[in-house]
């Protein structure tokens, strides 16, 4: 009679999956308590990571709306058909709008030219609908009056100097963008005078360069990213 062999069960066998399952979690477990030996159990580095984690997501996050901004506002300078005078572009801290004089005053002058005006405001609403109806909303925009080296008369009537005339240009700016629509709190207006040329208002030898000069004198509308 043919004796027949019984197949004793491992007992100590377990499932495909569940083996899979119980060495992710041994591989898991080894992996951090690794990185737990290796590293410094300062709790405050952590934080300082999860800070710095946070701070260059938002970065990036302001950086795409500034791209945005930026080109929004040189749509606003073609509409206008102003893009031989007026410039705008991205700077280290936001958006930089470069406005010769000659395109905003006469000569002597701080009344804002009539043709000017409306472009002033629509870059303020711009400004206005791209950043404060973002996530985004800390920005400080500062204006800044140029003017070049040529002193202003003891018998002008209207300024005492080229301090006076660049601060008083730069406030006007201020008012028209504060009066459709920013923030009057984000609104900074700096008068700079003649102490930041582009280039030289003389040459080497003393003489005037009259192209150079009609270049230093200009207004400079900065959107800057955060507040001072």
Do not use: C
Request: no cysteine; glycine share 6%; aromatic share 6%.
């Amino acid at each position: 009679m043919t004796k027949i062999k019984l197949k004793k069960e491992n007992k100590d066998v377990v499932d495909g999956w569940m083996g899979t399952y119980g060495d992710m979690i041994t591989l898991l477990m080894a992996f951090f308590v690794m990185l737990y030996s290796t590293a410094d159990p300062d709790p405050g580095k952590y934080g300082d990571l999860a800070d710095a984690m946070k701070e260059a997501f938002a970065s990036e996050k302001t950086e795409n709306e500034f791209k945005e901004l930026e080109k929004e506002l040189n749509e606003v300078i073609k509409d206008k058909d102003l893009e031989s005078q007026v410039k705008v572009e991205l700077a280290p801290n936001g958006i930089k709008i470069h406005i010769p004089g000659s395109s905003l005053y006469a000569s002597g002058s701080a009344h804002i030219m009539d043709d000017m005006t409306p472009v002033i405001e629509e870059i303020s609403r711009t400004i206005t609908q791209l950043l404060d109806e973002s996530s985004y909303k800390d920005y400080m925009i500062e204006v800044e009056g140029h003017t070049d080296d040529d002193p202003i008369s003891e018998n002008d009537p209207n300024f005492d100097s080229n301090w006076d005339l660049s601060a008083i240009r730069a406030t006007g700016i201020v008012e028209i963008l504060n009066a459709s629509g920013i923030n009057i709190n984000k609104l900074k207006p700096i008068g700079r005078g003649e102490t930041a040329p582009i280039v030289p208002n003389r040459d080497e030898e003393g003489n005037v360069i009259p192209a150079n000069r009609a270049e230093n004198r200009r207004v400079e509308i900065n959107i800057n990213k955060y507040t001072n």
